[in-house]
C-alpha cells in the first residue's frame, strides 16, 4: 500500500514562464495540481522538501494531501522537471486523484534470497534487467514494491514477469512475458597462482640450461677453436690456384715434332 503524507505548499497567483521565473527567484519551485475534473492549481513548494520527497524509491507511488486555501486535494507526483547542469527542480506537477482513478506508475523491484541460489553460490553473476516496472491500477491498490524471489536459479535460468504474482487490480502495462533478471555465468578467468616452491624449481632449471650450454661452447680464440672462416680461406685460395693452372696448360701451344731428315745419308 502507499504512503499517506501532507506536503506543505504555496499557491500562486500568475501562470506563465515569467511568473515561474520569479518563483525561481525567490527560492521556491514553481508546480501545478492537475485533474480530477477541476481547474489547475497553481502552487511552489520549497526545493529542500521536494529534494527530500524525490529520494524516496516509491516517490510516485505515495499519496500527497495538499492544503490551499483551506481546501484538500489529494495527489500524486507525475513529474519532476530537473535543471540540465544543476539537476535541481525547476518545476513539479501532480495529479489529482479519487478511488476510482486509474494511474500508471512504476513499481520499484526488490531481489531476495540471492543466498539461495546455487548458480550465484558458484559465481554467477545477478544480471537485473529492470529495476522498476510499470503498472496500471487504482492509487490504493498500488504495491510499494515488487518482490522477486531468486531461490533455486541456476546459471542461465531468469525471471519472468508472469512468475511474478501482483496485488488483485494490478496489471503490468506491457504486454509480453519480458525479462526482469537472470543469472549468468562468471566472466572473469581464475588464475591458478604459481606456488613459491614452483616457481624455485622453474628458476634453477633455467640457470641449469643457460650454464650447460655456455659450458659446451669454446671461447673464441681458445685452443682448438677453429677461426672464423679460415677453412672458407683456405678452400677459396686453393680453387683459385687450381683454375689458374688449368687454364695456363690449355693456352700453351703445343710442342711441333721434329721433321725427318729428307733424303738418308749421302754416300762420300
Same mark, same amino acid.
Given at each position: 500500500m502507499p504512503k499517506t503524507s501532507t506536503l506543505q505548499v504555496q499557491g500562486r497567483d500568475r501562470a506563465g514562464k515569467g511568473a515561474a521565473r520569479a518563483t525561481r527567484r525567490g527560492g521556491l519551485v514553481p508546480g501545478v495540481i492537475y485533474g480530477g475534473n477541476q481547474d489547475a492549481t497553481l502552487i511552489a513548494l520549497e526545493p529542500r522538501v521536494l529534494v527530500s520527497l524525490m529520494h524516496d524509491p516509491a516517490f510516485k507511488i505515495n499519496i500527497f494531501e495538499v492544503e490551499i486555501g483551506g481546501k484538500k486535494h489529494r495527489t500524486m507526483a507525475m513529474d519532476v522537471q530537473l535543471h540540465p547542469v544543476s539537476d535541481q527542480p525547476i518545476h513539479a506537477d501532480f495529479r489529482r486523484i479519487e478511488k476510482d482513478t486509474l494511474v500508471r506508475v512504476p513499481i520499484p523491484v526488490r531481489f531476495h534470497n540471492e543466498a539461495a541460489s546455487p548458480g550465484i553460490k558458484v559465481g554467477g553473476v545477478l544480471n537485473i534487467v529492470r529495476h522498476e516496472v510499470e503498472v496500471r491500477g487504482r492509487?490504493? /491498490?498500488?504495491?510499494?514494491?515488487?518482490?522477486? /524471489?531468486?531461490?533455486?536459479?541456476?546459471?542461465? /535460468?531468469?525471471?519472468?514477469? %508472469?512468475?511474478?504474482?501482483?496485488?488483485?487490480?494490478?496489471?503490468?502495462?506491457?504486454?509480453? %512475458?519480458?525479462?526482469?533478471?537472470?543469472?549468468?555465468?562468471?566472466?572473469?578467468?581464475?588464475?591458478?597462482?604459481?606456488?613459491?616452491?614452483?616457481?624455485?624449481?622453474?628458476?634453477?632449471?633455467?640457470?641449469?640450461?643457460?650454464?650447460?650450454?655456455?659450458?659446451?661452447?669454446?671461447?673464441?680464440?681458445?685452443?682448438?677453436?677453429?677461426?672464423?672462416?679460415?677453412?672458407?680461406?683456405?678452400?677459396?685460395?686453393?680453387?683459385?690456384?687450381?683454375?689458374?693452372?688449368?687454364?695456363?696448360?690449355?693456352?700453351?701451344?703445343?710442342?711441333?715434332?721434329?721433321?725427318?731428315?729428307?733424303?738418308? /745419308?749421302?754416300?762420300?
Open positions: 492509487p490504493d /491498490d498500488l504495491p510499494d514494491h515488487i518482490d522477486v /524471489d531468486l531461490t533455486g536459479l541456476e546459471i542461465g /535460468d531468469s525471471v519472468h514477469i %508472469n512468475a511474478v504474482t501482483l496485488p488483485k487490480g494490478i496489471k503490468v502495462t506491457i504486454a509480453r %512475458n519480458f525479462t526482469i533478471c537472470s543469472v549468468a555465468p562468471p566472466t572473469i578467468m581464475t588464475v591458478e597462482e604459481e606456488t613459491p616452491a614452483a616457481a624455485a624449481t622453474t628458476a634453477e632449471g633455467a640457470v641449469a640450461a643457460e650454464g650447460d650450454a655456455a659450458a659446451g661452447a669454446p671461447a673464441a680464440g681458445a685452443p682448438g677453436a677453429a677461426a672464423p672462416g679460415a677453412g672458407a680461406k683456405g678452400a677459396a685460395a686453393t680453387g683459385a690456384k687450381g683454375a689458374a693452372g688449368a687454364k695456363g696448360a690449355a693456352g700453351a701451344p703445343k710442342a711441333a715434332a721434329a721433321p725427318p731428315k729428307a733424303g738418308g /745419308d749421302k754416300k762420300k
